[in-house]
């Protein structure tokens, strides 16, 4: 017999996903959210943009936070019904429609999430301050947390459809943001093997996004503003060691960056699939 | 007839092997095959088993050999002149005798005719080997030839109109196109073969050409088409079992567990631990690599895994449903994934979920959470979700686990109304003394397969099958639980008698 289309299918695991994740109070979610957007704005506070270590420490946390945000969202969303997928499965549904419901569910809460991240963010700082490189710094900022959030939200369905249980999703959970921490280039430089695997993480594209737009590369150090006052550094010299490439303020480096994340998550979409369809795979 | 809902696709039962033959008289006759049968024309020698009348047919032109010990029928071209097409494909000279012995599978299209099939002699003679053919089938036969466009489906504004309830209501559409017909599968829900093949889409019908839409066989000579009007299909699940091993072979689960059940069948799995009953439900799900074959309505499960699976429903002894949503949304999801909706109005889906439900016994329940519901609720409703989807096999692990006597019964008897609705439903329980008719006091089961671990393998071994009362004066006890106390190992509190019963029965199937 054959199955409804996948289109088809994907509408009514939607609305499925939707009805269930009110039910299960999905605001809570959003509150989250704003709570750590909150926490996270209150700490970088209004002079964001004052120089290169508070901007570039700055933009990291709001990253650190949408990755945050986004892989808590969905990280047990997949593994807690395996077996419910398995059942289901041989009843004629699709894998991907499954996956790609889940992957629409999130873009909705990503969006929500976003706006709230975005709005509290700009509460305590102005990013009309910022440099910018499309429209304005808002909608660019926006955009970025975004699709930050979405696809950190993609990557904990990835996670979520390795794993077998919730219990080893949660354990997994750390390695990974502690991965994408590390690889975002900001807490140490990466060479080599290190350099190419941060290539395939959201964070080093979320921060080469944010510095891009803001010029991150135009910023002095805070360490240059003593010398500065006290005559030790002249103007227009600076003691910053070269440009990072990936923060160029350039429109071809954040339409790159913003790239690569969209390319991340639909590589995540893809693996969460495939991972599905090899522990349901047909005798 | 319009207003009825398709059914999913199961070929008929695999009844006695038939050939269905028509040839230039445009006169379709079914000829029931018996063991090896020879087939040949019509003249003044010795007669062939099975005769026509066409020129192109040799005097011995071919042979049915019959295999006993698999059931299966093979055919050999006696080395003929025009040779035969099988699935359009020639035979091949293969020894003195004739050509290589081929296996036949229900609905292959045996054609004796020019090598150009494009271009049919008009002394052709089709024969479609059939296992789900009766032989009171009633043909009919249309005449197509004033038509440009032939739409056949179970609609009634259809050309040619079908009973049967696998065809959606328009299911496929012919257009003429020069001397041939294009065939279109009108996004049916169970398909359309054409001379044996599954079509994709569209493909080109040529005359003596044989169309198959769910059991309906459809045959094109000239400007009519001959159909038939198959009735409801029933089924049956062949189980035969040669071993199933895990640990890379090292380890044996079952060995040699050979069965069969037909539809209306209620039966009853009954085994100690380490047994093999998950092992066996597994393999008739076809969850896992087993050395053996799954029949299910004369099709290989293992062959046809994907297009199969969904016959074969599954209810779990642990239950698979979101608690956090409504009993009836879960049951509309599962409509809207296995009902597609060319096929199916939403009014129809709606209505199928209601009358699911007045059965189940779950109406009262529609709008509850499966959170809020009690465990032997939840199996009702999980019983519920294997009904949208018109499968022909139940399989339920402990559906009566964890419930109170009167539930029990009263979850058996909803399966049994199951089973009587030509359905094979079969169930893994520990009380089944307690599936008893409350009028007759007789056994809610007909059927009883009863599963040993030998001491000498450790594997699984088939120590009955057969009815209940058969069951019982086989194990000697009067109550069915009984029977795990004569084959479970001392250590269980059994008797530790599985081999004795496992080569009883053994010996008794010959």
Known sequence: MKNTSLITQTHVYFKKVFRISLREKAWKYIIFAAIISFIVAAITGPD?????????????????????????????????????????????????????????????????QSAIIFSISCIFTDFGKSAHLLVNPYVEVFITVYLLTFGAAVLGIMVSSLAGTPATAMTI??????????????????????????????????????????????YHLAIEEPLRSSGALMPGVSVMPNKNEFYSHESARLFISWAWIFGLTVFSTIVSIAALKIKNRDS | MESEKTVGFSPAPPLAASLLIIDKRCQPTVVPLRGNMTFGRRHSGPPCDILVDSPIVGRRHGEFIFD???????????????GTFINGVKTEYFNERGSKAIRLSDGDILRVDRTDLNRPHPEAVIMIFCLSLRFDERWRLTDIGRYANVTIGRGSNNIIKLTDMAASRTHAVMRRSGISWVVFDNGSSNGVSLNGREINGNAVMFDHDVLKIGNTVLVLFGNTLIYNNPRESTGSLSV?????????????????????????????????????????????????????????????????????????????????????????N??????????????????????????????????????????????????????????????????????????????????????????DNDKIVMVIS???????????????????????????????????????????????????????????????????LADEYIDKFDSQRG
């Open chain 1, 48 to 112: 964001m943009f004052k120089n290169f270590d508070r901007t570039n420490s700055g933009y990291f946390t709001l990253c650190s936070a949408c990755i945050w945000i986004g892989i808590f969202n969905s990280i047990q969303s997949v593994c807690r019904e395996h077996e419910i997928i398995r059942a289901e499965y041989r009843q004629g549904m699709k894998l991907s429609a499954y996956i790609f419901a889940n992957v629409c569910w999130q873009a909705l809460l990503c969006l929500v």
């Open chain 1, 173 to 218: 959970m750390p390695f990974v943001l502690i991965v994408q921490l590390i690889m975002s280039g900001v807490l140490f430089e990466l060479k080599d093997a290190s350099e190419a695997v941060s290539y395939i993480t959201l964070s080093k594209w979320g921060m080469s996004s944010f510095g891009s737009i803001s010029d991150l590369n135009g």
């Open chain 2, 68 to 82: 006993a010990s698999q059931g299966v029928y093979y055919y050999i071209d006696n080395n003929s002149l025009n």
């Open chain 2, 240 to 328: 035969q079992i040669n071993k199933k091993t895990v640990d890379f072979g090292r380890k044996t689960l079952l060995s040699n567990i050979n069965f069969s059940v037909e539809s209306g069948d209620f039966v009853l799995i009954l085994g100690g631990s380490g047994a093999g009953k998950t092992t066996l439900v597994k393999a008739i799900l076809g969850d896992g690599k087993t050395d053996g074959r799954i029949i299910l309505n004369g099709q290989d499960l293992y062959a046809n895994f994907k297009s199969m699976k969904s016959q074969i429903g599954l209810v779990p002894q642990f239950l698979t449903l979101r608690v956090s949503d409504t009993v009836k």
């Open chain 2, 330 to 419: 879960t049951l509309i999801d599962i409509a809207d994934i296995k009902l597609d909706r060319k096929n199916y109005s939403k009014q129809e889906k709606l209505q199928r979920i209601d009358e699911i439900m007045n059965k189940v016994g779950i109406k009262n329940l529609e709008n509850h959470l499966i959170s809020q519901l009690s465990g032997g609720q939840k199996k009702k409703v999980s019983v519920a979700c294997q009904l949208v989807g018109f499968q022909k096999v139940f399989i339920c692990d402990e559906p009566d686990s964890g419930l109170d006597a009167a539930s029990r019964t009263q979850q058996m008897e909803i399966l049994r109304e199951i089973a």
């Open chain 2, 430 to 496: 520990h009380e089944p003394d307690d599936a008893v008719d409350e009028t007759t006091g007789r056994s809610l089961f007909t059927k009883v397969v009863v599963l040993a671990k030998s001491s000498r393998d450790g594997a699984g071994h088939l120590a009955f099958y057969g009815g209940v009362e058969e069951a019982k004066r086989h194990f000697g006890v009067s109550r069915l639980q009984d029977i795990m106390k004569e084959i479970n190992p001392p250590y269980e509190g059994g008797k530790g």
